[in-house]
């Protein structure tokens, strides 16, 4: 017909590529998430490895502090036994 644009899209064309933009938004966002749930996910393991080697540290060095009593209380009693 003259006087029309064959080139614009019938209200119909509009709608349906109004509903894919959604779709691959909707889909764009989706994947977002996953790759952030991934990140989230690799964060909480490190934190978890982290913080087992804290656990560790720890109780060596409570096991250090205790071993370290025992010998002071060794040679406190041996220095009081060859004083005697």
Same mark, same amino acid.
């Given at each position: 017909?003259?006087g029309?644009d064959?080139n *614009? ?8 590529? %109004? ?16 790759m #952030?749930? %991934? *990140? #989230?996910? &690799? /964060?909480?393991?490190? /934190?978890?490895? /982290?913080?087992?080697k804290?656990?560790?540290? +720890?109780s060596? #060095?409570? &096991?250090l /502090?205790? %071993?370290? *009593? ?5 040679? *406190? +009693?041996?220095h009081?036994e060859?004083?005697k």
């Open positions: 017909m003259a029309t064959d *614009k899209p019938t209200d119909n064309e509009g709608e349906n590529n %109004s509903l894919e933009t959604d779709d691959e938004q909707n889909e764009n966002v989706r994947e977002e998430y996953d #952030l749930d %991934s *990140k #989230l996910d &690799e /964060l909480n393991q490190a /934190l978890d490895i /982290l913080e087992q804290n656990d560790d540290i +720890h060596r #060095l409570l &096991e /502090l205790q %071993s370290n *009593k025992d010998i002071r209380e060794q040679l *406190k +009693h041996q009081t060859n004083n």
